[in-house]
């Protein structure tokens, strides 16, 4: 079936480094991927998505690309500030469903 | 914006109760969901129905039950609580299916539900 491995975390950063969570997935067909973050306290909000192979999704200074040929949707921000601390899910859809990966906690430290 | 609203943030029962948890959106969408997030695991979906009293069973239906009475209200029931039914509870909405590709979900602020 479906799914998506994400990379472990805890991930804890400096301001202003740069960021990378790898995700990986495994699907038949042609899904979306997205990525969606959750800040404490609060629901997942939709960070970006990508509908198809070579779609860069971007938003808030993240970006992801859909690499067909290496199944992956690994997220970057060139400059993390504190306020990015959250957990982010990588996710695929096909048809009705969301696959969501483990989730990735990220904090940034001043 | 979309908003979906869960009616409860937090909320403590015992085991054997039944159990309600409400979730209304306002944007008209036909999709709701609810999962289930648990630390380590992600989310996993429990229901979702794609119209007015349709509901189809999602990863892990087993102990829950869903209602949609209306298009804008989705209702997640435990039959009977258990313990190991403590978690975290996300209702989310969505367009319909086929529109495009694949629709992204909105998500209320989630319900932590204990069970003692």
């Known amino acids: 079936g479906d799914s998506v491995t994400q990379m472990e975390g805890p991930v804890t950063l400096s301001e202003e480094a740069f960021l990378t969570i790898n995700c990986t997935y495994t699907a038949t067909g042609y899904p979306s991927l997205f990525w969606y973050v959750q800040y404490p306290g609060e629901g997942l909000q939709l960070l970006l998505k990508a509908t198809k192979a070579d779609d860069k999704g971007s938003n808030k200074g993240f970006e992801a690309t859909y690499r067909k040929e290496t199944t992956s949707f690994h997220l970057e921000k060139g400059s993390v500030q504190v306020s990015d601390s959250a957990v982010y899910f990588c996710a695929l859809g096909a048809d009705y469903k969301l696959s969501f990966g483990a989730g990735t906690t990220v904090t940034v430290r001043a | 914006d979309v908003k979906v609203t869960q009616s409860s943030r937090y909320l403590v029962k015992r085991t054997g109760e039944k159990v309600f948890l409400e979730c209304v959106q306002d944007m008209d969408h036909e999709n709701m969901f609810w999962y289930r997030q648990d630390p380590g695991l992600g989310l996993r979906l429990i229901y979702f129905?794609?119209?007015?009293?349709?509901?189809e069973k999602g990863d892990i239906p087993e102990g829950y039950s869903v209602s949609r009475e209306k298009k804008e209200r989705f209702s997640l029931i435990l039959e009977s609580a258990s313990t190991n039914q403590t978690s975290m509870y996300l209702c989310a909405s969505s367009f319909p299916f086929g529109q495009g590709s694949n629709q992204p979900q909105h998500f209320g602020d989630g319900t932590r539900l204990s069970i003692l």
């Open positions: 129905s794609y119209d007015v009293k349709m509901k």
